[in-house]
Structure formats: structure tokens, C-alpha cells
């Protein structure tokens, strides 16, 4: 790793000053760039391409395994979800979420009328989830219809 040849708060590459409040970003970590005004790659991370090489030696020569190989998928699972839960967490947070239903084509699609009321609207719901078996009779029958008369309007003349 180099060692920095100017005195701290001077950048090493453009010599321009460095405010103590930007040697680290809001999480504590050193900036990716030494000053705000050249935004050139020189901190503490330097010597990175050396340690990238020798996981990759370490790699190629089977030393090194994926610890997710061995997780049941179960594990990988209940990782990803909690990853995922985290990411949404973090997007509402820091208010970037947008509600997919905010969209111009969700906002016409939601302000439309139902299509089917009553017995067929339950039949048609249920059925995304489950098979017709599970519905009740007034629904069935109801949905049959339904389905009866789309039938006679493919088939009709034109």
C-alpha cells in the first residue's frame, strides 16, 4: 500500500485541500477519492489489486469454497428473504420506495370498475389461488355461466 506523501488534508494526487469533514464518508469509511475536486482513487484501500490476486490464486487452486454451497436451499432462502426485507427496509428509510400502484398504468387500471360482481367475482378471486373444487356452489355455478358464454361469443359468427 503507498504511504501518503503529502501532509494530511492535502490530496496526494491534485495538492488541492482536504476538509477533515471529507476524509470519511457519513458511515465512517475513507472516501473512494482523495479530494472532492479530482475524485481520484487514492485511500487506505490502495493495495486492494494484491489481495484481489491472491483470493483469486486461492481459488483457482480449490482452497477457497463458497460458503453458500453449503447452505440447504431452506437457509439460502430465509437469507435472501431477510436481504431482501432489509434492502426494502432501507429503501423506505431513506424515502427512495415508490409504490408500484403510483405508476400512470397501475392509477388507470385501479380507477377502472370491477369487471364481475357478486358470486363470479369470488369464483374468479379463489381461483387464482386454489381449483373449483374449493368453490361453493352459488360461485361454481356462477363461474361456469361465465365461462359457458365466453365459449358462445369465440364461437359466433362475425
Known amino acids: 500500500m503507498p504511504e501518503k506523501k503529502k501532509p494530511v488534508g492535502v490530496c496526494d494526487l491534485c495538492g488541492s485541500k482536504i476538509l477533515p469533514a471529507q476524509w470519511l464518508t457519513s458511515k465512517g469509511h475513507p472516501r473512494l477519492y482523495c479530494s472532492l475536486e479530482c475524485k481520484q482513487t487514492a485511500n487506505s484501500r490502495a493495495g486492494n489489486p494484491k489481495r484481489v490476486a491472491a483470493i483469486r490464486r486461492r481459488i483457482a487452486s480449490g482452497q477457497w469454497k463458497n460458503p453458500r454451497s453449503a447452505l440447504s436451499p431452506e437457509e439460502l432462502h430465509a437469507l435472501q428473504s431477510s436481504a431482501a426485507r432489509k434492502g426494502r427496509l432501507r429503501e423506505v428509510a431513506e424515502k427512495r420506495w ?12 385501479l ?3 370491477r369487471k364481475h360482481t357478486g358470486a363470479l367475482h369470488r369464483a374468479i378471486e379463489k381461483l387464482r389461488c386454489g381449483s373449483i373444487s374449493e368453490l361453493m356452489d352459488e360461485e361454481a355455478t356462477a363461474y361456469r355461466e361465465y365461462r359457458r358464454q365466453l365459449r358462445q361469443k369465440k364461437s359466433a359468427p362475425k
Open 111 to 113: 380507477s377502472c370498475p
Open 98 to 109: 415508490r409504490n408500484p400502484a403510483l405508476s400512470e398504468a397501475a392509477r388507470r387500471k
